[in-house]
């Protein structure tokens, strides 16, 4: 029997060595007689779902993923549909933590209150579990010490859950990465506080390299720019380190064309809104001969909702009117 189950799972893809860590699980001593048969059953249902590298890889961080029965594995899917996951978000978050599938669905229901007591909704606990699924398998007291040791760092509490709701991850980072990460950007030339502001408003920056931050400065520099004029630039904007140079480059080439590069350093944030929508309003706002200059372009970025009470046409109409990719090069 063992040289018939070694032989199927090698024919799956297994190592030798990986059979041997799965089959000697305590989880799976039960089933020393008809382990073969149980692991058959378990594929050809997980199959359904993931490949089998995926599951290969599943199995070997969760061996006691073959000891669940088919009926356990169905209703955690189906307990999990009723919190609010979809059925595709619980493949993308187990095939990432598989000992998802190891958690009761009242450990999973308690953590859930306990975030939502910390200043979250169900509705951004879904979300952010769902893009950081090891949230799960994190203590309450591992979160809440997180939460403090940021706090220790300047943060107030609602910015910690803000930063981790947009970057999730960063449950995932020791104190001595970020406390690390704030000297680097210090470095650079930004104070503290500055830094402190950049990653409340993109806290990816945690998860960013310090050599793509320090190329992506230099590039900007490349562009024309002094250095300090690039960290104001990302102070204002630090989605900027985000964004590849040649969207960047595209978004200054416009502004430059259009005799309103004085945007890019003044007011930087503005690069945000689409090329598409500023050149279907600035069209708009040439056929209605209306200038736009320093003192009035911020009719460039109205809301919507403003952009349409004052001049009777919305964001969708302008693009359609306008479309950039026919745009006339002119004013």
């Not at 039960?30 to 359904?48: A, F, H, M, R, V």
């Not at 879904?126 to 809440?144: A, E, G, Q, R």
């Not at 449950?171 to 502001?197: A, C, M, T, W």
Request: hydrophobic share 35%; aromatic share 10%; charged share 30%.
């Amino acid at each position: 029997m063992l040289e018939k189950l070694k032989e199927y799972m090698l024919n799956f893809g297994y190592q030798d060595s990986d059979i041997i860590e799965i089959i000697s699980d305590y989880s799976l001593r039960n089933y020393k007689d008809n382990l073969l048969d149980k692991i058959e059953k378990i594929n050809t249902y997980l199959l359904k779902f993931y490949t089998k590298k995926e599951i290969i890889r599943m199995t070997k961080s969760l061996p006691s993923l073959y000891s669940y029965s088919i009926e356990n594995l169905t209703k955690k899917n189906n307990d999990l549909i009723e919190l609010g996951y979809t059925k595709e978000d619980i493949i993308k978050m187990t095939r990432i933590v598989p000992i998802l599938y190891s958690h009761s669905i009242e450990t999973i229901k308690m953590k859930i209150t306990d975030l939502i007591e910390l200043g979250y909704t169900k509705e951004e606990i879904l979300k952010v579990t769902k893009f950081f699924p090891p949230l799960y398998s994190l203590s309450i007291d591992n979160i809440k010490e997180k939460i403090n040791n940021l706090i220790k760092l300047g943060y107030s509490k609602e910015e910690v859950i803000k930063m981790t709701k947009k970057h999730p991850s960063l449950y995932g980072r020791d104190i001595d990465s970020i406390k690390q990460r704030i000297n680097d950007l210090i470095s650079l030339g930004y104070s503290n506080i500055e830094v402190l502001k950049i990653t409340i408003d993109l806290p990816t920056l945690y998860g960013l390299s310090l050599n793509n931050i320090k190329n992506k400065i230099t590039d900007l520099i490349s562009l024309g720019y002094k250095k300090e004029e690039v960290l104001k630039m990302t102070k204002s904007l630090p989605v900027l380190f985000n964004l590849t140079i040649l969207k960047i480059k595209e978004k200054i080439d416009f502004y430059k064309e259009y005799n309103l590069e004085f945007i890019i350093l003044n007011d930087t944030k503005r690069l945000m809104q689409s090329i598409e929508l500023t050149y279907a309003r600035l069209m708009y706002f040439k056929d209605n001969n209306i200038l736009i200059d320093e003192i009035n372009y911020s009719k460039l970025f109205q809301s919507n909702q403003r952009f349409l009470s004052q001049f009777k046409i919305s964001n969708e109409a302008l693009l359609s009117l306008y479309p950039y990719s026919e745009k006339e090069k002119k004013l």
